[in-house]
């Protein structure tokens, strides 16, 4: 009895230091993530410039906001890139994944190269694919050099295609993490079923369409949320690649926000597109979460 | 031989066939920028970047590393990169030492409110950094630490707060609770399980995040723009700017070898610890 007594009260002390280092974490939290947050969402809604002001102002900073047109064509490619790095990406990713999932030999060598750029900074893969895709020194060039004068592949030097480069380097960048990602569900699939389905004579690509990538359809989209929070918050890869131009042509919001905040020191209008941000993110996530804990605890 | 053998066997050879393609989709870029990062300037000049050098040599890394340009000032690479290391060492161990505590804390005791708190962690690993960046340089400056070394260092641990501590209480929640009850009859504490029955379990752990927050720290470019101020600016920072200098001749040779010697160090570590690598980066990402 005495022992339990004792044990219960070592028990509750033990506990306290558990919530005293918890303490400084949640304090963080608080202030610096969320308080953060709360501090930009309502100076997005007064009519602070330079400086906060504190006075509510309504959505005047969002109307001023999406008539801008350089926020108007950011805000456009987050969408176009967004729709093709994922698509692209995605495609790529899986179609990876279930190649190495057909057993070949040389499987460690073919995933190192495939996850490589992983390691590498948005900074340094920007940079590369500026040079790759540079019409004076790169691609455009070297196919001239080739015997034919006459080529030519200059998207990342014009207005209306520079945006399109940027899906090269993304999926470059992020197809081995998503194959990484669905071969280790591939490899989850019951042996049993691919047992089934050679009894019945399915074909392989066939049975990979119609069964087993619908099986592995909670990955997909985990695969898909990933990408598409990536793409909202994406800032370097556009920073190094093209730097938002030619003009303003592939800018995005991630780079508007700070160019207005820290360039063109105007608080009021980097809130207003920050918010528009983190709206987008939580648009993502918050029925991802929702689906995936209902999933879960089904 | 059957008409399904034949069929097999090209459909193996087609699996080969795309496996290399892509794989050289993958490989060229940095093919590219070694054989660029080789050459001489007037090499440079003459062909497109995808030829091969004819006399290769590192004098392009050597100006990279000692006299590389950003603007007027030509002080090389080597400034950047004792910035990143200055600014890495005490990130990495600080972020990780807080995750594990954090995560240990979450996971093996019964603390009112756990779940919300990782609520709130994992809902903190989704938001942008600009949310919070101006925010953060305000209260930075209130406090008078803004545009220094410790305070990129504070912002790297606070961004790595969340994941780190997920990562840390995922690993601790799977191990069995029996360890750390026979610890308590024995009269260990808070600290003393940490220390003598969690730590010695967690080295695996501990390098996945260890090389997570390596990688990621190293390659990050917009919290080292914001908050390191001009005397600390990371590789990465220095890099872009050398890279973006728009007077003279671009020397392509030595902005390539400059890139080089910035991505080399996650590089490296990929290379000889893949797999930790991998693993970090998939439990990252899912979790976070």
């Not at chain 1, 495609?91 to 990876?96: E, P, R, T």
Request: charged residues 10%; hydrophobic residues 55%; glycine residues 8%.
């Amino acid at each position: 009895m005495a022992g339990a007594t004792k044990i219960g009260r070592a028990y509750r002390a033990r506990s306290l230091t558990a919530k005293l280092v918890l303490a400084p974490t949640v304090l963080v939290m608080l202030v610096c993530f969320y308080g953060s947050v709360v501090w930009t969402v309502y100076i997005s809604m007064t009519r602070s410039f330079l400086l906060p002001i504190y006075r509510f102002d309504g959505i005047a900073q969002y109307e001023r906001l999406f008539a801008t047109p350089r926020w108007q064509v950011a805000y456009g490619n987050m969408f176009v890139f967004g729709t093709l790095d994922i698509v692209g990406t995605l495609f790529l990713g899986i179609l990876l994944a279930v190649l190495l999932d057909r057993g070949v030999r040389f499987e460690g060598m073919f995933r190192t190269i495939m996850l490589y750029p992983l390691s590498i900074s948005f900074i340094v893969t920007g940079l590369t694919w500026q040079w790759v895709l540079s019409p004076t020194i790169g691609f455009q060039h070297f196919v001239r050099e080739l015997g034919f004068p006459d080529f030519a592949f200059d998207w990342i030097t014009r207005p209306d295609r520079a945006i399109y480069t940027l899906v090269f380097a993304g999926i470059w960048h992020q197809s081995g993490l998503i194959m990484a990602i669905m071969l280790a569900g591939l490899r989850g699939i019951d042996r049993e079923i691919w047992r089934a389905i050679r009894v019945e004579g399915i074909p392989t690509w066939r049975a990979y369409i119609s069964i087993i990538l619908p099986m592995l359809r909670p990955l997909v989209v985990t695969c898909i949320v990933l990408i598409a929070i990536a793409v909202v918050k994406s800032y370097d890869l556009v920073v190094a690649m093209t730097n938002g131009g030619p003009g303003f042509s592939s800018d995005l919001p991630g780079k508007f926000v700070v160019d207005f905040e820290f360039e063109r020191a105007n608080i009021g209008q980097a809130s207003a597109a920050a918010t528009v941000m983190l709206g987008s993110v939580l648009a993502i996530v918050a029925p991802y979460l929702y689906f995936e804990l209902a999933r879960r605890d089904r | 031989m059957t008409a399904a053998g034949a069929n097999a066997r090209i459909g193996r050879i087609g699996l080969y066939v795309l496996l290399i393609w892509t794989c050289l989709f993958f490989s060229i870029p940095l093919l590219v920028v070694i054989a660029t990062s080789l050459k001489s300037s007037d090499e440079v000049r003459a062909f497109s970047i995808f030829s091969l050098p004819t006399e290769p040599s590192f004098a392009a890394w050597i100006k990279a590393w000692f006299a590389a340009c950003t603007g007027l000032n030509c002080g090389g690479v080597h400034v950047g990169f004792w910035n990143s290391v200055r600014i890495l060492i005490p990130s990495v161990a600080i972020s990780v030492m807080a995750g594990s505590v954090t995560g240990y804390a979450l996971s093996h005791w019964r603390v009112r409110g756990a779940n919300i708190i990782m609520l709130f962690l994992l809902l903190g690993a989704f938001i942008p950094y600009q949310v919070i960046l101006y925010p953060l340089v305000k209260m930075f400056s209130t406090i008078g630490i803004y545009s220094s070394l410790p305070c990129i260092v504070a912002v790297h641990v606070l961004f790595g707060l969340p994941v780190m501590s997920l990562l840390f209480r995922n690993f601790y929640a799977g191990l069995p609770e029996e360890l750390v009850k026979a610890a308590r009859i024995d009269g260990a504490g808070f600290w003393r399980i940490f220390v003598w029955v969690m730590l010695p379990l967690s080295v695996n752990i501990l390098i996945v995040a260890t090389i997570l927050q390596t990688t990621g720290i190293w390659n990050d470019y917009l919290l080292g723009l914001i908050f390191a101020g001009r005397d600390n600016m990371p590789m990465t920072v220095q890099l872009n700017a050398i890279s973006t200098t728009s007077t003279g001749v671009i020397e392509y040779n030595v902005n390539t070898a400059a890139a080089l010697l910035t991505a080399l160090p996650p590089l490296l570590i990929y290379f000889t610890s893949g797999r930790y690598f991998v693993r970090g980066i998939t439990a990252g990402a899912v979790k976070g």
